[in-house]
């Protein structure tokens, strides 16, 4: 692979299959993509743009009404994910995923850990205000009965359904000594007890505003590089405030400010150890005055600026 941050592939993630609300599935349409690469170009990256997975038109939302019933194509959904994932990667792109709901994470980085061989080897820090860690079995303890975007963690450590975790593969992704998640402030008693017994680093919201973004991210920056081969971000867009981030799937009602977050993560693509970046549950039908959508161009262009020096 050569530098980290030469050639970059932005891949949508067509989904809302994984949630109740499937209005996540018009996401990645919604964003100026254009002006993405405009402005990576601008930083001297080499940048295309894949175009959607055609993921929303695998079924009818009134034929798929249940969870039950919507599981095959969140399956699929991530396998022709984890394809691209592969794919961009062989041809030396680091994929920037944007979604869709964010049952993306199975083939986020199920595909990058797949391709670079470093399985239970990579370092993930995830930004979202959920823990996103139930399993089937905990999983009804969600809102509206817990659906496929709630239990992404999990199947990456080789829990839950095997429809689930083992997309790409049987062996666990990733380690849990590897993830910390930041900005949590709204879980059930199955995923607390989860991330617990596996060891999982959290930061809940009341953390970061008492202690400040910057110290907790360099903490699970130093967790996500601490003898890894790789290591990427996720964000889903909840995490933020939700009077700067409206458009979401889920909204909680106060969350990070993006004014904090910007200027932490700038760069970070730029690490030599950096191999992903994922933005997930951008609902543009709740977005205001494209609030949402102009703060997805934000974050990727801060993650990829050049290091100030």
Not at 101 to 115: C, F, L, N, P, R
């Amino acid at each position: 692979m050569q530098t980290p941050f030469s050639k970059v592939e932005i891949i949508g993630y067509d989904s809302g299959w994984g949630s109740r609300d499937y209005g996540c599935e018009d996401g990645p349409g919604a964003v100026r993509t254009d002006r993405i690469l405009h402005k990576l170009h601008h930083q001297g990256i080499e940048a295309k743009c894949r175009g959607t997975l055609s993921i929303k038109f695998l079924g009818k939302h009134e034929e798929l009404n249940t969870k039950e019933k919507t599981l095959p194509l969140v399956v699929e959904g991530t396998k022709r994910l984890f394809n691209h994932i592969q794919h961009a990667l062989e041809n030396q792109y680091m994929p920037v995923v944007i979604g869709g709901d964010h049952s993306s994470a199975i083939g986020t980085w199920a595909g990058i850990v797949s391709a670079l061989g470093v399985h239970e080897n990579f370092g993930l820090i995830w930004l979202d205000a959920h823990l996103d860690a139930h399993t089937y079995e905990t999983s009804h303890q969600g809102k509206w009965g817990g659906w496929w975007h709630g239990q992404p963690v999990s199947a990456l450590l080789g829990y839950g359904l095997p429809e689930l975790k083992n997309v790409g593969g049987p062996t666990p992704k990733l380690s849990p000594r590897h993830i910390s998640m930041i900005g949590v402030h709204s879980f059930e008693p199955g995923e607390e007890e989860f991330v617990k017994k596996h060891g999982i680093k959290v930061y809940s919201l009341d953390e970061v505003e008492r202690r400040g973004f910057q110290a907790v991210y360099a903490e699970a920056l130093q967790r996500a590089t601490d003898g890894t081969q790789g290591f990427g971000l996720t964000i889903d867009l909840d995490c933020f405030d939700p009077q700067e981030a409206p458009g979401v799937g889920v909204a909680e009602g106060k969350g990070l400010h993006p004014a904090e977050v910007l200027p932490i993560i700038r760069s970070v693509a730029r690490h030599p150890l950096f191999r992903g970046l994922e933005i997930a549950e951008f609902n543009p039908h709740k977005d205001k005055d494209n609030k949402t959508r102009v703060l997805i161009e934000k974050i990727i262009e801060n993650a990829f600026a050049k290091a100030q020096s």
